[in-house]
């Protein structure tokens, strides 16, 4: 953790554990965002923030705040809390979600291999790999290869077909005896929404919409499958970008497909959305909260030492604040975080669109966490 953050953070030891802070009135609550948001702005030299807290039992709506501009045009208008920027990885949550939607209603076996379901792949390891594997990346499968990489920069806006990511899987096939230990892949993902693709009419796309997007009126989020994403605001990723170039719009599009994530991510959506999906998630408007247990469930053999893992879509932490939930995300000019404190009952999620070290020098949840540290000390309750 960055040195100015430490004095904040380590203040969690003495900070009350709070049930009140549902109880803030509204202008605490948008003062805090707002200072943290100048906070972070002063160390990291992005052109925009966007911070939004959602706490159900104060407010059916997000609390959001924003700070900066859409782009680091100084004449470019001032970000606001609908602006989309890309989600990254966050999205693997919406198909964690749909997966155990499936599962609670008995239409997709987790422990069931999924070749059953994609059975001319002519991979041999999707008889062994199951959904759960997918959901925990505990799958064995490695991330992109060069040969894919290369493909997405020499052939930046073409649109992948299934055969580019199992063509990744074939070169390098996954072996059997790496099954069940911990390995990050948005490739697990991607294989995950080809089994959720082919279960339905309209694909996971369209299941998602009408089973969280519409019904949670999370009208700012959006999939990424073209470069021209509406409402979406430019994004940077420094001159060390794998694309030879600063800026990742041109002309209001995007200078590459990001529809190459797919179930790695796939979405474009605000911080406000992001906040009220971490809610819904945890809160069981996503999912059966009867599967919550199974979802956040510490893998075997693991060491009772160990406080922080992945569970089945979230990453699960327990640390000073208490135990959190959450996912960050990370695409090329776009970083996300989104978090759920049990403690506090309530979620906050974070957007700016840079992300390049030499401006983002901090981690979005160090600075959520001391959004939660600020509002326990201002809002009183029991240690």
Same mark, same amino acid.
């Given at each position: 953790?960055?040195?100015?953050?430490?004095?904040?953070?380590?203040?969690?030891?003495?900070?009350?554990?709070?049930?009140?802070?549902?109880?803030?009135?509204?202008?605490?609550?948008?003062?805090?965002?707002?200072?943290?948001?100048?906070?972070?702005?002063?160390?990291?030299?992005?052109?925009?923030?966007?911070?939004?807290?959602?706490?159900?039992?104060?407010?059916?709506?997000?609390?959001?705040?924003?700070?900066?501009?859409?782009?680091?045009?100084?004449?470019?208008?001032?970000?606001?809390?609908?602006?989309?920027?890309?989600?990254?990885?966050?999205?693997?949550?919406?198909?964690?979600?749909?997966?155990?939607?499936?599962?609670?209603?008995?239409?997709?076996?987790?422990?069931?291999?999924?070749?059953?379901?994609?059975?001319?792949?002519?991979?041999?390891?999707?008889?062994?790999?199951?959904?759960?594997?997918?959901?925990?990346?505990?799958?064995?499968?490695?991330?992109?290869?060069?040969?894919?990489?290369?493909?997405?920069?020499?052939?930046?806006?073409?649109?992948?077909?299934?055969?580019?990511?199992?063509?990744?899987?074939?070169?390098?096939?996954?072996?059997?005896?790496?099954?069940?230990?911990?390995?990050?892949?948005?490739?697990?993902?991607? +294989? #995950? @929404?080809?089994?959720?693709?082919?279960? &339905?009419?309209? !694909?996971?796309?369209?299941?998602?919409? %009408? *089973?969280?997007?519409?019904?949670?009126?999370?009208?700012?989020?959006?999939?990424?499958?073209?470069?021209?994403?509406?409402?979406?605001?430019?994004?940077?990723?420094?001159?060390?970008?794998?694309?030879?170039?600063?800026?990742?719009?041109?002309?209001?599009?995007?200078?590459?497909?990001?529809?190459?994530?797919?179930?790695?991510?796939?979405?474009?959506?605000?911080?406000?959305?992001?906040?009220?999906?971490?809610?819904?998630?945890?809160?069981?408007?996503?999912?059966?909260?009867?599967?919550?247990?199974?979802?956040?469930?510490?893998?075997? +053999? #693991? @060491?009772?030492?160990?406080?922080?893992? &992945?569970?089945? !879509?979230?990453?699960?932490?327990?640390? %000073? *604040?208490?135990?959190?939930?959450?996912?960050?995300?990370?695409?090329?000019?776009?970083?996300?975080?989104?978090?759920?404190?049990?403690?506090?009952?309530?979620?906050?999620?974070?957007?700016?669109?840079?992300?390049?070290?030499?401006?983002?020098?901090?981690?979005?949840?160090?600075?959520?966490?001391?959004?939660?540290?600020?509002?326990?000390?201002?809002?009183?309750?029991?240690?």
């Amino acid at each position: 953790m960055v040195v100015v953050l430490c004095g904040i953070v380590a203040a969690c030891e003495a900070a009350p554990h709070s049930q009140g802070i549902a109880a803030c009135s509204d202008s605490t609550l948008q003062s805090a965002l707002e200072t943290v948001l100048r906070d972070v702005a002063a160390r990291n030299h992005v052109p925009g923030i966007s911070l939004a807290l959602h706490a159900p039992a104060h407010s059916a709506a997000p609390v959001a705040a924003t700070y900066g501009r859409i782009s680091d045009d100084s004449l470019a208008r001032p970000l606001q809390s609908n602006d989309r920027m890309l989600a990254g990885s966050v999205g693997k949550t919406f198909f964690s979600a749909l997966a155990l939607r499936r599962f609670s209603a008995g239409e997709l076996a987790l422990d069931q291999p999924v070749e059953r379901t994609l059975p001319d792949s002519g991979i041999r390891s999707l008889a062994w790999i199951t959904p759960r594997m997918l959901l925990s990346h505990t799958s064995g499968i490695g991330e992109y290869d060069e040969a894919f990489m290369m493909s997405l920069i020499n052939q930046r806006s073409r649109a992948r077909r299934r055969d580019d990511w199992l063509d990744v899987l074939r070169r390098n096939p996954p072996a059997q005896h790496d099954s069940g230990v911990f390995r990050y892949s948005d490739l697990n993902y991607v +294989l #995950l @929404a080809m089994v959720l693709d082919d279960a &339905r009419v309209g !694909g996971a796309y369209a299941a998602i919409d %009408s *089973l969280f997007l519409g019904p949670l009126q999370l009208n700012e989020t959006v999939p990424s499958v073209t470069p021209d994403v509406p409402g979406l605001v430019a994004g940077y990723d420094g001159a060390r970008s794998m694309f030879g170039r600063d800026a990742m719009m041109q002309n209001d599009t995007l200078i590459y497909n990001p529809q190459f994530e797919w179930g790695g991510g796939g979405f474009a959506s605000s911080a406000s959305d992001l906040a009220r999906w971490m809610t819904a998630v945890r809160t069981g408007s996503a999912f059966p909260d009867s599967l919550w247990s199974m979802v956040v469930a510490r893998p075997p +053999l #693991l @060491a009772d030492s160990v406080r922080s893992w &992945r569970g089945l !879509g979230v990453h699960v932490d327990s640390g %000073s *604040l208490g135990t959190t939930f959450g996912h960050s995300g990370y695409m090329p000019g776009y970083v996300s975080w989104m978090r759920w404190y049990e403690d506090d009952r309530l979620s906050i999620a974070m957007q700016i669109n840079a992300s390049d070290s030499e401006r983002l020098i901090d981690d979005g949840f160090d600075w959520m966490d001391s959004l939660v540290v600020r509002l326990r000390l201002r809002c009183g309750g029991q240690p």
